[in-house]
């Protein structure tokens, strides 16, 4: 078999708030943990920033239908990691990238062929910019508090941009994963660092 034809497992990053009101709603941590639930069910890779919050319920649920985590950490080292960050260490493998938060945030969506945010503030908003310029399919989970009901006037009103296609919004896990997967197979992930400069040929904006 050559290599163009090896079929890996999807490997789905999913990132949101950490902190703050959404981590103590009940309903979006149900969704989080039914999400990381789906994704392990469906023998996708799972993986996070190795951090507390929504996220880590999503950790959760993967390992408890028996999927493989990975944490991405913004920590040099494990005790960095737990010490300083004071953040879960539970994943199956954990990546400490010695990169703090903002730099960590580009190799958890670069090394995920599918990102989903649930909730979300300016971190998760960061991520979520990130993952818009290069071209890599989103999921939102809506109705999970923070950025999730805000993405689209976010994008279309304030930045003048538009919504593509392979930017998915729903507030059913489930529902989020299979229109997700769909998206994976139909937009293939750049070969490009950022695809503003062979789409938009213009600068920042």
Do not use: W
Not at 37 to 64: M, S, T, V, W
Not at 94 to 116: C, K, L, Q
Not at 147 to 175: W, Y
């Amino acid at each position: 078999m050559s290599l163009e034809h090896i079929e890996h497992k999807l490997k789905i990053g999913v990132m949101g708030s950490a902190s703050g009101p959404q981590t103590e709603d009940p309903l979006a941590r149900e969704k989080a943990h039914k999400l990381g639930y789906e994704i392990g069910k469906r023998g996708h890779i799972f993986i996070n920033g190795a951090c507390p919050g929504l996220p880590n319920d999503a950790l959760l649920g993967a390992q408890e239908a028996g999927g493989f985590a990975v944490g991405i950490s913004p920590a040099f080292s494990e005790h960095q990691h737990i010490s300083e960050y004071q953040s879960p260490h539970t994943h199956d493998m954990i990546i400490y990238t010695g990169m703090g938060f903002m730099e960590r945030d580009v190799i958890n969506i670069r090394s995920a062929d599918a990102i989903v945010i649930i909730g979300g503030g300016i971190g998760t908003l960061n991520e979520f910019t990130i993952a818009y310029d290069e071209g890599r399919p989103i999921g939102v989970l809506t109705d999970t508090g923070g950025i999730s009901n805000s993405i689209e006037h976010i994008v279309v009103q304030l930045c003048s941009r538009e919504m593509p296609p392979n930017l998915i919004m729903d507030k059913d896990p489930v529902r989020l994963l299979d229109k997700l997967e769909i998206a994976i197979k139909a937009f293939p992930l750049p070969v490009q660092e950022d695809m503003r400069v062979r789409k938009l040929k213009r600068g920042r904006g």
